[in-house]
């Protein structure tokens, strides 16, 4: 079993793990591409990653390798939707890893903008508007080693802003505020240790705000309503629990706004969609280790199920609203019925899903 550093590739109820453990025992012949983690008690999860999926291109030249837990934000410096980071598959050495390589899509192809040397998963990108750079934060790398690093890419490169040891951590939720010229960073998980702090970083340093707000939590949902000033923050897990909360962030104070709508939920995709005025959700996994498919738009006051055909089921892909375009852009992930890593790329418009690639 590897080290307890080894961050959540999804959490599932015990009879969920049964499950996958008694289909392990029929698939003896690919030990290797299985990953066994149990971060807290009772709560472990079994994944089968294989190497050769039919009908998933693993390593296309012209645009990404499936993966999961990568990152993604809409860059309006390049106006392109960017992705970086994430699991791969090591086809020579049989195996997932973090990756190191910067995507861009401009709504037609793909292009290779940078092998940054830093290979990392579930480490947030944000962009800053103001200084027009592209931001990483912490995350966890080779080894699993996860970090309190703050870097801006420079040509090709992540270039150190900011280290802050007693910040590392893994899995948070993290947005920038266009209005305020923050960076705005929430919970995720430090070792064992699943956080609820609340820090801004103002373009020189970090800053905790000791301010009541959303319990303890990683890999919760979050997004920037520009239209009303706040973080929208979504779900996420604590030890044991998926979580179906919808709290907001006006730099001053937390406040839960809706405990109703899409459910329990972890690892889905969020975006802002700025010309409607509304923040999109799609799918996710609850604590049942059950996938969705479904497509949510939040207006401030509701959730709302919106009733249209999409992406097949799927946790921990990146998602992004590219304003040039008018569009919401989700890539990759984690499927299941067979579970394996995607490389899709997909695009909101308001109204319909539109698969682009593959």
């Known amino acids: 079993m590897p080290a307890v550093l080894s961050f959540l590739i999804r959490t599932s109820s015990i009879e969920h793990m049964r499950k996958k453990l008694a289909a392990e025992s029929m698939r003896s012949v690919a030990m290797h591409a299985y990953r066994r983690i149990c971060l807290v008690p009772l709560a472990c999860a079994v994944v089968f990653l294989s190497a050769v999926v039919p009908g998933v291109a693993q390593n296309a030249s012209s645009w990404p390798a499936a993966r999961f837990h990568h990152s993604a934000v809409y860059d309006e410096a390049r106006k392109e939707f960017v992705i970086y980071g994430g699991y791969i598959w090591n086809q020579a050495a049989q195996k997932v890893q973090p990756a190191s390589d910067l995507w861009g899509w401009n709504g037609s192809t793909w292009n290779l903008l940078a092998d940054t040397g830093v290979r990392k998963y579930v480490a947030p990108i944000a962009f800053d508007s103001k200084r027009q750079r592209l931001l990483m934060f912490g995350g966890a790398g080779d080894a699993d080693m996860i970090d309190g690093q703050l870097s801006s890419l420079e040509g090709g490169k992540w270039n150190l802003v900011k280290d802050v040891p007693d910040l590392q951590r893994a899995d948070p939720s993290m947005i920038y505020d266009s209005k305020r010229d ?100 799609f799918g996710g996994e609850d604590e049942t280790g059950h996938f969705y498919s479904d497509t949510w738009a939040w207006d401030g006051k509701t959730w709302t199920r919106m009733t249209i055909e999409g ?15 008018d569009r919401v852009v989700l890539f990759g992930g984690v499927t299941d019925n067979p579970q394996h890593m995607l490389n899709d790329i997909w695009e909101f418009d308001g109204t319909a899903w539109v698969q682009k690639l593959p």
């Open 311 to 325: 992406p097949p089921e799927r946790i921990q892909s990146a998602m992004a609203y590219d304003s040039s375009r």
């Open 182 to 281: 923050r960076l705005v960073l929430f919970g995720g998980r430090q070792h064992m240790v699943v956080l609820a702090d609340t820090w801004e970083f103002d373009g020189s340093d970090w800053k905790p705000t000791f301010m009541a707000g959303p319990s303890l939590r990683s890999s919760g949902a979050v997004a920037y309503d520009s239209a009303r000033g706040v973080t929208v923050l979504y779900g996420g897990f604590r030890p044991l629990a998926a979580l179906g909360d919808t709290w907001e962030w006006d730099g001053e104070k937390w406040k839960l706004v809706s405990e109703s709508g899409p459910g329990p939920r972890a690892w889905p995709g969020i975006a802002y969609d700025s010309k409607r005025k509304r923040t999109i959700l």
